[in-house]
T-cell receptor
Framework: DVKVTQSSRYLVKRTGEKVFLECVQDMDHENMFWYRQDPGLGLRLIYFSYDVKMKEKGDIPEGYSVSREKKERFSLILESASTNQTSMYLC?????????????FGPGTRLTVL | AQSVTQLDSQVPVFEEAPVELRCNYSSSVSVYLFWYVQYPNQGLQLLLKYLSGSTLVESINGFEAEFNKSQTSFHLRKPSVHISDTAEYFCAVSSNDYKLSFGAGTTVTVRA
């Protein structure tokens, strides 16, 4: 089974702090994704990466950056956290070029910014 | 560009009753379609997917969805729900090999 893990289930930070959310997958997937999930809005793509050190902006990249130094690890960075970044953050991974893009999700990190 | 509309945000249903969750999409190209389920305090799990071929697809736990190209719909149904089906359900569409577009989600609450 594919396993996608996220470093924290719950996180509380203060406005202005730099926040790191970590995601690790154990199935050698090339593609990795960061989404945020908000009530009534579904999942919105923040960034994705299709290879080590490669990244592309998703639909809502403002206020976020990412890092992918190793294939199995994809980090989401909030340079200066703000209250409107309070949300559930979901990481996912998938294998490209093998048909439809089934994505495998981690359990999520619920971030609260005070 | 593609988008997904889930027509119901909340669906309360009694145990053993049928349920239908509606999903419509817009896309100018051929698509792949998915339903994901999110149980309380968990991540998303794939429930079923339409790739090609038969327009009716089924999951192992009794859900089914039918792809209707003319109506651009992919509605999810289950003839008899259980308490354990209480969850949020997301419809998603993709037209390429990596990105998914998700609907806003439908929360199903099953009551005894």
């Amino acid at each position: 089974d594919v396993k996608v893990t996220q470093s924290s289930r719950y996180l509380v930070k203060r406005t202005g702090e730099k926040v790191f959310l970590e995601c690790v997958q154990d199935m050698d997937h090339e593609n990795m994704f960061w989404y945020r999930q908000d009530p009534g809005l579904g999942l919105r793509l923040i960034y994705f990466s299709y290879d080590v050190k490669m990244k592309e902006k998703g639909d809502i990249p403002e206020g976020y950056s990412v890092s992918r130094e190793k294939k199995e690890r994809f980090s989401l960075i909030l340079e200066s956290a703000s209250t409107n970044q309070t949300s559930m953050y979901l990481c996912a991974s998938s294998v490209p070029g093998q048909g439809p893009p089934e994505q495998f999700f981690g359990p999520g990190t619920r971030l609260t910014v005070l | 560009a593609q988008s997904v509309t889930q027509l119901d945000s909340q669906v309360p249903v009694f145990e053993e009753a049928p349920v239908e969750l509606r999903c419509n999409y817009s896309s100018s190209v051929s698509v792949y379609l998915f339903w994901y389920v999110q149980y309380p305090n968990q991540g998303l799990q794939l429930l079923l997917k339409y790739l090609s071929g038969s327009t009716l697809v089924e999951s192992i736990n009794g859900f089914e969805a039918e792809f209707n190209k003319s109506q651009t719909s992919f509605h999810l149904r289950k003839p008899s729900v259980h308490i354990s089906d209480t969850a949020e359900y997301f419809c998603a569409v993709s037209s390429n090999d990596y990105k998914l577009s998700f609907g806003a989600g439908t929360t199903v609450t099953v009551r005894a």
